[in-house]
């Protein structure tokens, strides 16, 4: 009966004791993941839009600074909404970027010949969007840590915290520099 349920959960025993992970199993849950990641990033991107859509962004809104356009709407109360939804947008540009790393990291292939450019265009994004907030820096640090250009991380780490409002986390990577 133990060996049945071993079984169905994905794990049989090996000589010694020790359970051994079926890699069909690891296939279906990499699947799984992969799926979640997919259907994720098609969330945000449809939030985006109806973001955008609700407020009459302009439609190359994130290639510019944001600020420009929010500084010239008239009526403080919409102004205040403006601003609440270029957070908003902020936040799913950050997740979206997140979405792409995870991708990319947990990939089929050599971790060395990893593309993180689709996280990093996001993070881009978010940090045009709203240039006061550390997160997309603080995101782009990690990205370059593990592309290897520790001075370019540097520069992001301290970016994120040298920011308006700073990415807290980004302390503790201080010993590292």
């Not at 994720?40 to 973001?51: D, P, Q, R, S």
């Not at 990205?143 to 001075?151: A, I, K, S």
Request: glycine share 6%; proline share 3%.
């Amino acid at each position: 009966m133990r060996s049945a349920a071993m079984e169905a959960n994905g794990n049989v025993p090996s000589q010694g004791g020790k359970r051994v992970v079926r890699r069909d199993k690891i296939h279906k849950i990499r699947s799984v993941f992969k799926s979640f990641l997919s259907e994720a990033t098609g969330f945000y991107h449809e939030l985006i839009l109806k973001i955008k859509a609700r407020y009459l962004f302009p439609v190359d809104y994130f290639s510019h600074q944001g600020e420009d356009f929010l500084g010239s709407i008239e009526d403080k109360t919409k102004s205040v909404d403006l601003r609440k939804a270029q957070v908003f947008c902020h936040r799913c540009l950050i997740y979206l970027g997140d979405l792409a790393h995870y991708k990319e990291h947990y990939g089929e292939g050599e971790s060395s010949g990893r593309d993180f450019s689709v996280a990093a265009s996001y993070y881009v994004q978010a940090a045009s969007l709203w240039p006061s907030s550390g997160n997309p820096h603080h995101q782009l640090a990690i990205l370059e840590t593990y592309m290897g250009d520790e001075l370019v991380a540097d520069y992001r780490y301290f970016r994120s915290l040298a920011v308006e409002i700073p990415f807290s986390t980004a302390r503790q990577f201080d010993y590292y520099i």
